[in-house]
């Protein structure tokens, strides 16, 4: 296994927060801790802060990502977005099937592939979510759950595709709870992940793929889960939303 051949991503997850004003602020912030990063910084902001935080961070080594994207090119789809409307704005990444979207927003694994697909073949990077909750992983089935997520999820993706991808691995009890995996049960299920990705597409694609962390990812935490043999980034949350504690993050990722 040779780290080496992956890149690490480091991806702020804003969620519902920061309006237009407040993202330009915070953008400013980051714009300074990005030059001096040795990995991919990319911040995954609301729809609307999308064209002033791409203009902003243009000639930056900040990367603009959406949370979602629909996988429809166009139509009767109302409140929805699609890759080709992101792509002309400039985004790069996008987050697809975060356990929020599956939570409260009947997201599945099939539509996860469908929105993925759409977002790969218009040459967005998806950054694709997998997890289990408390109770599954109480149950003895995160393995098995996660097997699921992966194999539906990415179905229909050749090796080439996956050039274009992202798996982060976001246990749900750890989302936003400050509760994190350990750094051995985490490193477990990204070990996992990368052992379906060879049977699915190779092992050549599984080790050059990019798997993150993400679950009440901070400064503390970050460089210890970060120097784990199959983690090769984060998607943070709460710590991606204060200037200081993702500087830490992305400091760790540069290392
Ligand atoms: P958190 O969120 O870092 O606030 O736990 C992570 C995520 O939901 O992507």
């Not at 001096?36 to 999308?50: E, G, M, S």
Request: proline share 2%; glycine share 10%; hydrophobic share 45%.
């Amino acid at each position: 296994m040779n780290k080496d051949k992956r890149k690490v991503v480091i991806a702020g997850n804003w969620k519902m927060n920061k309006t237009p004003a407040e993202a330009a602020v915070l953008i400013n912030e980051l714009k300074p801790i990005a030059e001096q990063a040795d990995c991919d910084v990319v911040i995954c902001v609301p729809y609307v802060d999308i064209p002033g935080a791409v203009a902003l961070c243009e000639g930056s080594n900040v990367c603009v990502g959406a949370q979602n994207v629909h996988f429809e090119q166009s139509g009767a789809y109302t409140g929805e977005i699609s890759a080709e409307m992101l792509t002309e704005l400039k985004v790069s990444h996008v987050v697809i099937g975060h356990s929020e979207r599956r939570q409260y927003f009947g997201e599945t694994d099939e539509t996860v592939c469908l929105r993925a697909t759409a977002a790969v073949k218009a040459g967005l990077v998806a950054i694709v979510c997998v997890g289990e909750t408390l109770e599954q992983r109480e149950a003895g089935i995160t393995e098995e759950l996660i097997a699921l997520q992966i194999k539906r999820g990415l179905s229909g993706f050749t090796a080439d595709m996956m050039k274009n991808v992202v798996i982060a691995y976001e246990p749900v009890w750890a989302i936003g709870t400050g509760v994190t995996a350990s750094n051995e049960q985490a490193e477990e299920v990204c070990a996992f992940i990368r052992k379906k990705l060879a049977d699915m597409f190779g092992e050549a694609t599984a080790e050059a793929t990019t798997i993150q962390y993400g679950g009440s990812m901070n400064p503390k935490n970050a460089a210890d889960l970060l120097d784990m043999e199959n983690i090769d980034g984060g998607l943070i949350g709460g710590a991606s939303l204060k200037s200081a504690d993702f500087a830490v993050i992305v400091g760790a990722g540069s290392r």
